[in-house]
């Protein structure tokens, strides 16, 4: 199960930590990706963190502004986007690394607002 | 421009089949890519359907199939229903830990 952290409202400019605790299995055995999705639009990947070595990827249109981070103690991991707009107004998703390459666990996401 | 291709929309009568295609801009999808099938209805976080490219996830129903056909990755939905509408995304994996997803297909059942 991936549980997310609540809301936010942003102001441009500022930055945001959303945070997505895991349980019901190992933390450091999947890799974590973030997703997000901008209303009306489509799903799009930001990145993958591996939570075990810490190690990251990260879209190239997020290189810069985005960090994932994870802790260990709390099986939690983090997403971090900063210079926030309104552009970045979104639904944000954490998504298990599953077998094949796929996805099989969906966070429930996460409303960024920036205005 | 999104670099992996999906139709925008599909239409399918209740009981008809769905065929949805994964395609890139350049170039031909292949196993290679492990491409993968989400459903998403309106609200609600995506729901996994298929990865590597023919795996159901679990409790998916077996109506659903994925496979490659030519340069393709197909999602086929058989004996479709009114609660299969909604937005269904691929998504390949590039390697070197870089996963895309297509710009998704809005299935509408009438």
């Known amino acids: 199960q991936l549980v997310q952290s609540g809301a936010e409202l942003k102001k441009p400019g500022a930055s945001v930590k959303i945070s997505c605790q895991t349980s019901?299995?190992?933390?450091?055995?999947?890799?974590v990706h973030w997703v997000r999705q901008v209303p009306g639009q489509g799903l799009e990947w930001m990145g993958i963190?591996?939570?075990?070595?810490?190690?990251?990827t990260y879209s190239q249109k997020f290189q810069g502004r985005v960090t994932m981070t994870r802790d260990t103690i709390a099986s939690t991991v983090y997403l971090e986007l900063s210079g926030l707009t309104s552009d970045d107004t979104a639904v944000y998703f954490c998504?298990?690394?599953?077998?094949?390459?796929?996805?099989?666990?969906w966070g429930q996401g996460t409303t960024v607002s920036v205005s | 421009q999104t670099v992996v291709t999906q139709e925008p929309s599909f239409s399918v009568s209740p009981g008809g089949t769905v065929t949805l295609t994964c395609g890139l801009i350049?170039?031909?999808?292949?196993?290679?890519?492990?491409p993968s099938w989400y459903h998403q209805a309106p609200g609600q976080a995506p729901r996994t359907l298929i990865y590597?490219?023919?795996y159901r996830s679990s409790g998916v129903p077996d109506r659903v199939s994925g496979s490659i056909l030519g340069n393709r990755a197909v999602l086929t939905i058989t004996g479709a229903q009114a609660d299969d509408e909604g937005d269904y995304y691929c998504?390949?994996?590039?390697?070197?830990?870089?996963?895309?997803f297509g710009g998704g297909t809005k299935v509408t059942v009438l």
């Open positions: 590597g490219t023919n």
């Open positions: 019901g299995y190992t933390f450091i055995s999947y890799y």
């Open positions: 998504a298990r690394r599953g077998g094949r390459n796929g996805i099989d666990v």
């Open positions: 350049s170039g031909s999808v292949s196993s290679n890519y492990w």
């Open positions: 998504v390949l994996y590039m390697g070197s830990a870089i996963w895309v």
């Open positions: 963190i591996n939570p075990s070595g810490g190690d990251t």
